[in-house]
């Protein structure tokens, strides 16, 4: 599996603020991913974080509101502009390996980083 | 979206009991995916099966993918202490954006020492 390092691990912002996350893994790896999981809620995939190219998002997300950067095969940055306390989360980076699921094909998450806004 | 039915949202069990818990989707998957999340962290993936009636344990836990390729359970036995947290199943589906996972709302799991 990857090591995957997010930073900040959690901070607390005022509203109309924005946050830049990062994610840095300890080796290349195909894709990566970005969640959002609310509280006591499950996992929703807000973007794939593909390298080279603009992110791409999941119905309900955009650029706007959540610009993604993936300069390399080890790191991509999530921002969350504007913030209102709906954005209230744990902002999860997640990463796999291939193209093409097959048997070895996980994807591994990082620790998260817990936003409040205020 | 795809959704999946995980059960039970939470379980209240004895240290030393057997637990058991599952996920039923009405598309099938190619892949499913177990994984625990502890308070304050990320979520550490478990088991992965990838072919259907497959079944594979990991030390107390033992995970199989239905034979129909729409659900899968998650057995863990004798329970201890350390077991406590949120269990979440997720599946990839066959074909299109066959990268993505979707994630069940997850199992909370109690063990009473």
């Known amino acids: 599996s990857a090591v995957i390092s997010q930073k900040p691990s959690r901070d607390i912002c005022q509203r109309g603020t924005s946050l830049t996350i990062q994610c840095q893994v300890d080796s290349q790896v195909t894709m990566m991913f970005w969640y959002r999981q609310q509280p006591g809620q499950s996992l929703t995939l807000i973007a794939t974080?593909?390298?080279?190219?603009?992110?791409?998002?999941e119905s309900g997300f955009v650029i706007d509101k959540f610009p993604i950067s993936r300069p390399n095969l080890t790191f991509s940055t999530l921002t969350v502009s504007n913030m209102s306390p709906e954005d209230s989360s744990i902002y999860l980076c997640?990463?796999?390996?291939?193209?093409?699921?097959?048997?070895?094909?996980?994807?591994?998450f990082g620790p998260g980083t817990r936003l409040t806004v205020l | 979206g795809q959704q999946l039915n995980q059960s039970p949202q939470s379980m209240f069990i004895q240290e030393g009991e057997d637990v058991s818990m599952n996920c039923t989707s009405s598309s099938i998957f190619n892949t499913w995916l177990w994984y625990k999340q502890d308070p304050g962290e990320g979520p550490v993936l478990l088991i992965a099966l990838y072919k259907a009636g497959e079944l594979t344990s990991n030390g107390r836990l033992t995970a199989q993918f239905g034979i129909t390729r729409k659900d899968s359970f998650l057995n863990i036995s004798a329970s201890i202490p350390s077991d406590v947290g949120i269990y979440f199943c997720a599946g990839r589906r066959s074909g299109g954006s066959n990268y993505k996972l979707t994630f069940g709302k997850g199992t909370l799991l109690t063990v009473n020492p």
């Open positions: 974080a593909n390298q080279g190219s603009e992110a791409t998002y």
């Open positions: 997640s990463v796999g390996r291939g193209t093409v699921p097959s048997t070895g094909n996980e994807q591994f």
